[in-house]
């Protein structure tokens, strides 16, 4: 059995060294490849990881030639995995690699996909706890797939699994809740995350909005269908008024203001009925956006006898 474990690494040069010995001390009992992906580094974190590499010929670089992204550097990770399993986990040791051995048991006992469900975020600031527990929810009632709450990118994948997902041609991607997308069997492992013991996070406030956004409109066309609803909304109130002022008229024609109700009743109506237009098309620009993503209809459990 081979594992492949995938660590992408941007401007990492302070613990790209303590995260590669750490990993092999973890690993020294297991076969396997450590994956390290840099996606662009301006400073000494490639010349860092190619010292270490003769250290185990089964390690590997990829070197990109600009940053192109944390999901992009996962995306190359598993192009390049040749293990039976694989694990995705960041370069900065704020994901336990210990918590592999737990993940490796419950791959062994028949689950295909086991992810790391935080308990704590240490080191984290509360706006960013907030968001993070909002985003989980929020994209829970929008999408169809069942993303768990808490969970990051940290996960043990069956070969399958990985398979399944390079076979995905889209470019946008949000690689959580794309393994959710595919199914297989899965369970979670619970740890406290720790605070970063150096550097500073890679992650800012732009392109955490950048892959929430990737997440909601990758796995959901509800923001195409809420111009409909407003329409729908917005088309109720214009006849209501419209009913309000032919009442109106009957029972106090005194101090009703000529063209006012009929005014309001035309601008209100009509503004509904071009927002649900609206909500029409997007709901069919959804089903081109569906369509375009290339997924395949289903997706066939092939189980393995042992691994």
Not at 222 to 233: D, E, N, R, T
């Amino acid at each position: 059995m081979l594992l492949s474990v995938i660590i992408p690494v941007y401007n990492e040069e302070e613990i790209v060294a303590e995260t590669y010995r750490v990993l092999e001390e973890e690993l020294k009992d297991i076969e396997h490849e450590l994956i390290f992906v840099n996606d662009g580094s301006k400073d000494r974190t490639r010349e860092i990881v190619e010292s270490l590499l003769p250290q185990n010929p089964n390690n590997k670089i990829i070197n990109f030639s600009r940053n192109f992204g944390h999901q992009a550097a996962f995306s190359a990770g598993l192009d390049h995995a040749t293990g039976d399993a694989v694990v995705i986990i960041d370069g900065d040791l704020q994901d336990p690699p210990s918590l592999i051995h737990e993940m490796l048991k419950k791959w062994h006992e028949g689950y295909q996909v086991v992810y790391a469900q935080r308990n704590k975020r240490k080191g984290e600031t509360i706006f960013k706890r907030v968001t993070a527990f909002a985003f989980y929810r929020l994209i829970g009632k929008l999408t169809s797939i069942d993303i768990p709450p808490d969970t990051g990118d940290y996960r043990l994948m069956d070969r399958c699994v990985v398979d399944q997902l390079k076979n995905l041609p889209e470019r946008s991607r949000f690689l959580r809740g794309l393994v959710c997308w595919v199914g297989f069997k899965k369970i979670g492992v619970r740890y406290d995350r720790a605070q970063r013991t150096a550097g500073t996070s890679k992650y800012p406030l732009k392109k955490m909005v950048r892959l929430a956004f990737d997440g909601i409109t990758g796995f959901s066309s509800a923001p195409l269908k809420i111009s409909f609803y407003m329409g729908l909304f917005a088309t109720i109130v214009g006849f209501g008024i419209f009913i309000w002022s032919i009442l109106e008229k009957i029972l106090s024609p005194a101090t009703t203001v000529p063209g006012w109700a009929s005014l309001m009743t035309a601008i209100v109506f009509f503004a509904g009925v071009q927002l649900m237009s609206i909500g029409i098309l997007g709901e069919y620009i959804g089903r081109i956006y569906d369509e375009v993503k290339q997924r395949p209809l289903y997706i066939e459990d092939k189980k393995k006898e042992d691994k």
